[in-house]
């Protein structure tokens, strides 16, 4: 089941990714076009070529989709900004994700749906009466409390606020993944040390990094709770998201386009399950154990709840880089699949596999495929495991193309 009351927003920052959403159960997806986005240097975005297949395939299925043109904006970047947001309408695209006004009234002007990036910080009614003009979709800033939230929402319906469509303006929060130190944007730390701005998409994430405190009189170093100080935890709401959804939230916006196709399938798998059993009055204690402990296996730097239950100071992350349960290993490509006998071949080019392992097949338009790995046969003979250099053949009921890669499962630690 999937209810379009609720929108699970999907991150797609490369078409496995694009694929592995709509798997997941996305109602809509967001991506960058060229430069003029805030994920510009860490993911793969697409061009204004993909736009016309994006929008048939998306549309094909029922599937919005936002562009974010949410960089800051300078004099020699608005030839390009009008040539992104014109292709946009000419294609299909559902809106434009935007927080500098040239681009908000560029796109109002010929009649592109605007969203109003989390980039603006708005985190008032009054700004969302005043971005109502320009947008259906406001986002608001991630360090608002679930209270000042339901307050937004319960002015939206009192004062009858609407945006260009004549419906009321939705409000749009991030539910799960990376948060910076900055929060909701305008950091300058990557520009002050590299000249690389995070605010132009190409954050260094210097706060990612460890760093050692000076005591200036003694010259003692020490580091501190030895956390990352200025790396917060990710976000996950999969715990209240009935309290999220009671305050009158209807998208629900997940973060990571710069993450792998099987975290972009897994984190929006839960979070549609989630709104499902919210939907159907079967959401309890024991379905977020169970969606917590899947969201473990993928990209996490721990989880937190952020500022949404009043909050007022951040929690840091204790170690660099993933704390996800699972990981994956390369172990090669496809080569051919034979449709009638349900049987795929793979070069395995490292490592070995055995039948039972967990494999992760991905591709372009393949997606995701996680499955198990089934009979396998090395020169017409079954065989319990195949190992680097063989080309082997598999029982496998998913249709895989030549180059999707093949990888095995394993516990982290």
């Not at 960089?71 to 970047?77: E, F, G, L, R, S």
């Not at 169970?290 to 989880?303: C, S």
């Not at 490592?351 to 338009?365: A, C, M, P, Y």
Request: charged fraction near 25%; charge should be positive; aromatic fraction near 8%.
């Amino acid at each position: 089941m999937t209810d379009t009351t609720i929108e699970i927003m999907a991150p797609a920052g490369s078409w496995i990714s694009l694929q592995a959403a709509i798997q997941g159960g996305a109602n809509s997806v967001y991506f960058g076009i060229e430069q003029l986005n805030m994920r510009a240097k860490s993911s793969n975005n697409f061009t204004l070529k993909d736009l016309t297949e994006i929008s048939k395939l998306c549309n094909k299925k029922n599937i919005k989709t936002y562009i974010t043109l949410n960089t800051i904006i300078y004099d020699h970047d608005l030839i390009l900004m009008k040539k992104i947001v014109d292709t946009a309408k000419q294609t299909g695209i559902t809106a434009i994700i935007a927080s500098d006004q040239a681009v908000i009234s560029y796109a109002a002007s010929i009649d592109m749906e605007v969203h109003i990036s989390t980039q603006t910080n708005i985190t008032n009614i009054e700004t969302v009466r005043f971005f109502a003009h320009f947008a259906d979709v406001v986002i608001l800033s991630r360090e608002l409390s679930l209270l000042q939230i339901k307050e937004i929402t319960k002015e939206i319906k009192k004062q009858q606020i609407k945006g260009p469509s004549g419906n009321l303006v939705q409000i749009e929060i991030f539910v799960h993944g990376a948060l910076c130190v900055a929060v909701s944007g305008k950091c300058y730390m990557s520009l002050h040390t590299t000249n690389s701005s995070a605010n132009r998409g190409a954050c260094i994430q210097n706060c990612r990094k460890t760093y050692t405190v000076t005591d200036k009189e003694d010259g003692h170093q020490f580091e501190i709770d030895n956390e990352y100080i200025m790396s917060p935890k990710d976000l996950c709401t999969i715990g209240f998201l009935d309290q999220l959804l009671d305050s009158g939230i209807t998208i629900l916006k997940i973060e990571g386009r710069g993450r792998s196709p099987e975290y972009v399938k897994t984190t929006t798998q839960s979070y549609r399950e989630a709104a499902n059993a919210y939907l159907e009055g079967t959401y309890n204690k024991e379905k977020v154990k169970k969606w917590i402990k899947k969201l473990e296996t993928v990209y996490n730097r721990g989880f937190w709840d952020g500022y949404y239950l009043g909050q007022k100071l951040g929690e840091w992350t204790g170690a660099h880089g993933s704390k996800a349960t699972k990981k994956k290993i390369y172990l090669g490509k496809a080569k051919n699949y034979f449709t009638k006998i349900q049987v795929a071949e793979f070069d395995l080019e490292t490592q070995q596999l055995k039948e039972g392992d967990n494999i992760l097949i991905t591709g372009r338009t393949t997606g995701v495929i996680e499955t198990v790995a089934g009979e396998i046969r090395f020169n017409d003979k079954q065989v319990k495991s195949v190992k680097k250099g063989d080309l082997f053949s598999m029982k496998l009921c998913h249709t895989v193309r030549p180059s999707d890669k093949l990888y095995k499962i394993v516990n982290s630690k």
